[in-house]
């Protein structure tokens, strides 16, 4: 299985707001965590990214990370969404990327299950 976090995930992690048990899971149990150009670009407006380079280390040296780039496509495809279901284009893309990355997409926030149609959504 394939898990992408979105960013209140890390965020939460990164500072120890709540309890985060996926990235231990991914290891555990092997499964591959799906980390996307978006993401990253989203992060970085919130933490230290090299905060999250331990994480993204011990994951990419079992080779349990994929790493995912945007496409234009995906882009234009998740701007349409979002204004047809009044919701943040990032959101949407990240949805998109889960999508076609074949990922379940973890987060906190209930909003994605708007786009439950469009990838599998797992709230933790």
Do not use: G
């Amino acid at each position: 299985m394939r898990y992408y976090a979105d960013s209140c995930i890390w965020i939460d992690f990164l500072e120890d707001r709540y309890k985060v048990d996926l990235f231990q899971e991914c290891l555990d149990n092997k499964e591959e965590l799906l980390i996307s150009d978006v993401l990253i670009d989203e992060l970085s407006r919130y933490i230290q990214l090299d905060n999250m380079k331990m994480i993204l280390y011990l994951l990419d040296s079992r080779h349990l990370l994929c790493k995912a780039k945007s496409t234009p496509e995906q882009r234009i495809e998740a701007q349409n969404i979002a204004k047809e279901r009044d919701i943040p284009p990032w959101d949407a893309l990240h949805a998109i990327i889960a999508r076609d990355y074949n990922a379940t997409l973890v987060t906190r926030d209930k909003h994605f299950l708007q786009l439950r149609d469009i990838c599998k959504i797992e709230l933790h």
